[in-house]
């Protein structure tokens, strides 16, 4: 029997502007999961990843299953009235539509699902990250699932030799999901030629082209294209299964060293280094630096085990000092050149009735 994993994640209110939810709201959305989850559900973990909380759960109901979708939505919209029973920020931010519409795609809350049929032994990461959009995996996942240099099993393991299918989306694209299917290694070049752009081309999913098996299913959501306007930042979630025919565990966490640079950080707006955090990491300097936490598990017959939070070691000490060093350093130029992001990104925000009032004022 097929075991499907799904994580749902919102921005439904937090303590201080975008910081953190509270204990009492995570308490909320808890207990209305507990008391709905029915025979459907079968093992779920609800975290928090600066101001975002992410229900992961484990079910048999396949991806994009409505009753499942309906669940997190009713649980973030409980959630949503003790946000504002505590006057939190923000109270119900992600939430874009009035109702629940048969997919919680597209009303605001990001979506990360896989199916698929257990191995033997069944380890995954669930990835989760606050303060940017879809494209910061980008990089980590070209470089984990097609660079020697960060994934040895590309050389080592005969299970990896045919190497990796990406599914790349338009994001641009709003009409319906528009996406390109390339295989590494043969076209890395067009691989990297898109995820270069990633406001634009995000990765949604990589398959093994040993085993055909899916190893990735990521968020693609883009906020501002739901709402035609600034409302937040995406803050996108993903699952990675690993070992046997995908990268180890070790070799998926490998490129968040470089604490590379994305879109997001203050007001969604800015340029920042992804900083590797704990799970529950709140969030402080400039609304930032853009987090990503990564909690793996053992799935089997559905159960998951606990979690163990990958960024919670001391490796992980010396590259977050190195990041906020980055962080810093983009920071002392302010709102100059590259530390602001390029103005089709802004122009969803309040800058535009500013330019428009600017450019009555010119002269020829
Ligand atoms: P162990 O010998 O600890 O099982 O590790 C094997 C491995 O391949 C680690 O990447
Ligand atoms: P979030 O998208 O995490 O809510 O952050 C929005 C923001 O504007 C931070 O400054
Ligand atoms: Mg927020
Ligand atoms: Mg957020």
Not at 136 to 149: C, E, G, H, I, S
Not at 188 to 199: C, G, M, P, Q, S
Request: charged share 25%; with cysteine.
């Amino acid at each position: 029997m097929k075991t499907t994993l799904s994580v749902i994640k919102a921005d439904i209110g937090s303590i201080g502007g975008h910081l953190r939810p509270s204990e009492s709201l995570m308490e909320a959305v808890r207990e209305y999961i507990e008391a709905n989850k029915g025979k459907m559900v079968i093992d779920y973990r609800i975290s928090n990843t600066g101001d975002d909380i992410a229900i992961l759960f484990s079910h048999r109901e396949g991806v994009g299953n409505s009753a499942l979708h309906e669940l997190a939505w009713d649980a973030f919209v409980a959630g949503t009235a003790q946000a504002k029973k505590e006057g939190l920020y923000g109270a119900g931010q992600d939430l874009l539509k009035d109702s629940f519409s048969g997919n919680i795609k597209g009303l605001g809350p990001a979506v990360a699902e896989m199916e698929f049929e257990e191995r033997e032994n069944e380890p995954f990461i669930f990835f989760a990250a606050d303060k940017t959009d879809p494209g910061a995996y980008n990089l980590p996942l070209y470089l984990a699932f097609t660079d020697p240099m960060h994934c040895s099993g590309l050389i080592l393991s005969p299970k990896m030799s045919d190497g990796f299918k990406f599914v790349i989306m338009d994001v641009e694209y709003t009409e319906a999901d528009r996406y390109i299917e390339l295989n590494a290694p043969e076209e890395i070049y067009d691989i990297a030629a898109l995820l270069r752009d990633n406001e634009r081309f995000v990765v949604s999913k990589i398959y093994s082209r040993d085993s055909g098996e899916q190893a990735v299913a990521a968020s693609t959501t883009r906020l501002h294209n739901i709402a035609g306007k600034y409302i937040g930042k995406d803050d996108p979630v993903m699952l990675v299964r690993v070992q046997g025919s995908f990268p180890a565990a070790g070799e998926i966490l490998s490129p968040y060293n470089i604490g590379h640079y994305v879109a997001g950080f203050m007001r969604g707006s800015h340029t920042g280094p992804l900083m590797p955090v704990k799970t529950g990491c709140g969030i402080s300097f400039f609304d930032g630096p853009p987090i990503v936490t990564a909690t793996a598990f053992c799935v089997q017959n559905g159960i998951l085990t606990e979690p163990v939070d990958c960024f919670d070691h001391p490796y992980w000490d010396h590259v977050r000092t190195e990041v906020a060093r980055k962080a810093t350093e983009l920071r002392r130029q302010g709102f100059s050149g590259a530390a602001m992001l390029p103005y089709s990104e802004l122009e969803y925000g309040g800058i535009v009735e500013k330019m428009k009032k600017l450019d009555d004022k010119f002269k020829i």
